[in-house]
């Protein structure tokens, strides 16, 4: 039996362009919706999260226990999920209204990062993409050996993703 490619879209012409299309948007939306997977019912995680584009990797924070880290332990397959909505267009029959759209969805394996260096290296870089005009030591204290501890960063090691948006003309 051959393998499905999930990331296979049904519209091809809705395709992002190209590879870095997907990387930038992911780079710019600000939240995204992970799917976990646990005897055969799924779960969302809705969270901030920063995209490390040179290794393709996906990192977000948690807390210490709970659902995501019981979840990623027992099955650590994911996918994970960014969009964002345009306008929305009326039309004279129901079934022609539409939106505008982009989205990009991403399969892989999560991991609960365990080096320190790693975890703080996450961390100031979510706090570098949301918070881009405060610097830690000048308008933060920065990040502490204690919010490392009581704190999980998850790393989604990216293996595929599609992209997809569709915009009308004005």
């Given at each position: 039996?051959?393998?499905?490619?999930?990331?296979?879209?049904?519209?091809a012409?809705y395709?992002?362009?190209?590879e870095?299309?997907?990387?930038?948007?992911?780079?710019?939306?600000?939240?995204?919706y992970?799917?976990?997977?646990?005897?055969?019912?799924?779960?969302?995680?809705?969270?901030?999260?920063?995209?490390?584009?040179p290794?393709?990797?996906?990192?977000?924070?948690?807390a210490?226990?709970?659902?995501t880290?019981?979840?990623?332990?027992?099955?650590p397959?994911?996918?994970?999920?960014?969009?964002?909505?345009?306008?929305?267009?009326?039309?004279?029959?129901?079934?022609?209204?539409?939106?505008?759209?982009?989205?990009?969805?991403?399969?892989?394996?999560a991991?609960?990062?365990e080096?320190?260096?790693?975890?703080?290296?996450?961390?100031?870089?979510?706090?570098?993409?949301?918070?881009?005009?405060?610097?830690?030591?000048?308008?933060?204290?920065?990040?502490?050996e204690?919010?490392?501890?009581?704190?999980?960063?998850?790393?989604?090691?990216?293996?595929?993703?599609?992209?997809?948006?569709?915009?009308?003309?004005e």
């Open positions: 039996m051959q393998a499905r490619d999930w990331t296979q879209l049904r519209r012409e395709a992002m362009p190209d870095g299309a997907i990387a930038a948007f992911l780079s710019r939306a600000p939240y995204g992970l799917a976990t997977s646990l005897d055969d019912q799924p779960f969302l995680h809705v969270s901030l999260f920063w995209f490390d584009a290794h393709r990797r996906i990192y977000f924070h948690g210490r226990t709970g659902r880290l019981e979840n990623l332990q027992r099955n397959r994911v996918c994970f999920s960014v969009a964002e909505i345009g306008r929305l267009i009326p039309a004279a029959r129901a079934s022609d209204f539409e939106n505008e759209y982009a989205s990009v969805i991403a399969f892989g394996r991991r609960l990062v080096a320190a260096e790693e975890k703080r290296a996450a961390l100031q870089a979510l706090l570098d993409k949301h918070f881009p005009g405060l610097r830690p030591g000048t308008d933060y204290q920065p990040i502490t204690a919010e490392l501890t009581r704190t999980n960063v998850y790393a989604v090691e990216i293996d595929a993703w599609s992209g997809k948006e569709r915009w009308a003309p």
